[in-house]
């Protein structure tokens, strides 16, 4: 994934479509594999502010226009840099955290 800095206040990400498709699925068991009680202190936010993160990517889920030049350029995902900071915290702990049985069997890969 490549994530560009822009000048305003947001970070630009552009992901391809199956790459965005395996972090919904991470995103997803990171969310069903840590505890409620310890979800903000691990990954910094609410178990809401996570779930509407989740929709944030789901929205970009479905490539719009279609065609192969579409999708070889990627999606654009626009977030406020908050919701990336939680999108990192997600990624240390799924990768560095927990332990998932079948784990790339689960997200796609």
Same mark, same amino acid.
């Given at each position: 994934?490549?994530? /560009? ?6 970070d ?13 699925? !991470?995103l997803?068991e990171?969310l *069903?594999s ?24 789901r ?6 226009p279609?065609g ?5 350029k990627?999606i654009?995902i626009?977030?406020p840099?908050?919701?990336w /900071?939680?999108?990192?915290? *997600?990624?240390? *702990? !799924?990768?560095?955290?927990?332990? !998932?049985?079948?784990?790339?069997e689960?997200?796609g890969?």
């Amino acid at each position: 994934m490549e994530i /560009i800095l822009s000048t305003d206040i947001s970070d630009l990400g552009k992901i391809t479509t199956s790459s965005k498709s395996i972090i919904v699925n !991470i995103l997803n068991e990171t969310l *069903a594999s840590i505890h409620e009680y310890e979800f903000s202190s691990r990954i910094g936010c609410s178990l809401d502010e996570f779930k509407e993160l989740i929709n944030d990517f789901r929205k970009w889920e479905k490539p719009r226009p279609s065609g192969e030049e579409y999708l070889k350029k990627g999606i654009k995902i626009v977030l406020p840099l908050e919701k990336w /900071i939680i999108f990192s915290q *997600a990624m240390n *702990a !799924i990768c560095y955290g927990v332990n !998932i049985p079948n784990f790339e069997e689960k997200i796609g890969i």
